[in-house]
Nanobody
């Protein structure tokens, strides 16, 4: 069963940093791109970062996080991370991870997400 579990969120002041973690299971992790998404109440879930398979040599970022966030993967641990620096109040959201291809195939379910709140 495809499963994702996110962690590492919390309350942080503007300009601060957080590192989110995502544990994946139920499929061949190293064979798929991975991605982070975020969602605020009443809005759609937005794709903010992707990392390529198998080595993570290629990454993409939305304009809103480019230069501040870094996505990383560890195939041995089946984990993907999101290092978030210089956080802004507009980064406040629930953060989720998924493998985009599996999402397109409707395989698995969204994890519980991890809440990030940026506020002074």
């Amino acid at each position: 069963q495809v499963k994702f579990v996110e962690s590492g969120g919390g309350l942080v002041q503007p300009g601060g940093s957080l590192r989110l973690s995502c544990s994946a299971s139920g499929y061949d992790f190293g064979d798929y791109n991975m991605a982070w998404y975020r969602q605020t109440p009443g809005k759609e879930r937005d794709l903010i970062a992707t990392v390529s398979w198998p080595t993570g040599s290629q990454t993409t970022y939305s304009d809103s996080v480019k230069g501040r966030f870094t996505i990383l993967r560890d195939n041995a641990k089946k984990m993907v991370y999101l290092q978030m620096n210089n956080l802004k109040p507009e980064d406040t959201a629930m953060y989720f991870c998924y493998a985009p291809t599996l999402l397109e195939r409707r395989q698995g379910d969204w994890g519980p997400g991890t809440q990030v709140t940026v506020s002074s």
